[in-house]
T-cell receptor, first 113, second 117 residues
Framework: AQSVAQPEDQVNVAEGNPLTVKCTYSVSGNPYLFWYVQYPNRGLQFLLK??????LVKGSYGFEAEFNKSQTSFHLKKPSALVSDSALYFCAVNHNQGGKLIFGQGTELSVKP | NAGVTQTPKFQVLKTGQSMTLQCAQDMNHEYMSWYRQDPGMGLRLIHYSVGAGITDQGEVPNGYNVSRSTTEDFPLRLLSAAPSQTSVYFCASSYSSPTGVFGNTIYFGEGSWLTVV
């Protein structure tokens, strides 16, 4: 069965510092990986996805994520965090054999001035 | 372009009451789905539809019904509300199956906050 884990419930970063939000996955086929962001009292917004090709994926708002097949990870990164990046981040996984899109439990990112 | 529109945004129900959460999309997407979001559990799929007239169950379908009479609309019905259904509900749509071979992006509505007392 496919699954996705976000090992950190919360990540705290100072503004201007780099940030990483971790995600690991388990699927039986080739994974399709997604990152979504949720601002308070709002729906989820798509950030980026990995389907195939270059392991480094660039997305919205300066975020990027690196697909690492050997470590089964898809960590979200940003070189310089902004206070406005504070939100709830979800990793999600599917695979090319069909099935459902599975979401991680979410990581609360807090960026302090 | 409104995207995915959900109503109502907030609702309080008494145990045993029924209600319908409305969802509409204007992107001509074939696939629509309903998720519920609970603290520490991420999003869990309730029901989904691959096109008008076709629906199927997700991970947590009990206590919910859906129908898909048009491409645009995908209402979620709570038959007899229970406190365990207190949650945030998200409707979503995508061009093709979000679980299909092309990894299509899902677009979410703004959410409906439901409290059952």
């Amino acid at each position: 069965a496919q699954s996705v884990a976000q090992p950190e419930d919360q990540v705290n970063v100072a503004e201007g510092n780099p940030l990483t939000v971790k995600c690991t996955y388990s699927v039986s086929g080739n994974p399709y990986l997604f990152w979504y962001v949720q601002y308070p009292n709002r729906g989820l917004q798509f950030l980026l996805k990995y389907i195939t090709g270059d392991n480094l994926v660039k997305g919205s708002y300066g975020f990027e994520a690196e697909f690492n097949k050997s470590q089964t990870s898809f960590h979200l990164k940003k070189p310089s965090a902004l206070v406005s990046d504070s939100a709830l981040y979800f990793c999600a996984v599917n695979h090319n054999q069909g099935g459902k899109l599975i979401f991680g439990q979410g990581t609360e990112l807090s960026v302090k001035p | 372009n409104a995207g995915v529109t959900q109503t109502p945004k907030f609702q309080v129900l008494k145990t045993g009451q029924s209600m319908t959460l409305q969802c509409a999309q204007d992107m001509n997407h074939e696939y629509m789905s309903w998720y519920r979001q609970d603290p520490g559990m991420g999003l869990r799929l309730i029901h989904y539809s691959v096109g008008a007239g076709i629906t199927d169950q997700g991970e947590v379908p009990n206590g919910y019904n859906v129908s898909r009479s048009t491409t645009e609309d995908f209402p979620l019905r709570l038959l007899s509300a229970a406190p365990s259904q207190t949650s945030v509900y998200f409707c979503a749509s995508s061009y093709s199956s979000p679980t299909g071979v092309f990894g299509n992006t899902i677009y979410f509505g703004e959410g409906s906050w439901l409290t059952v007392v």
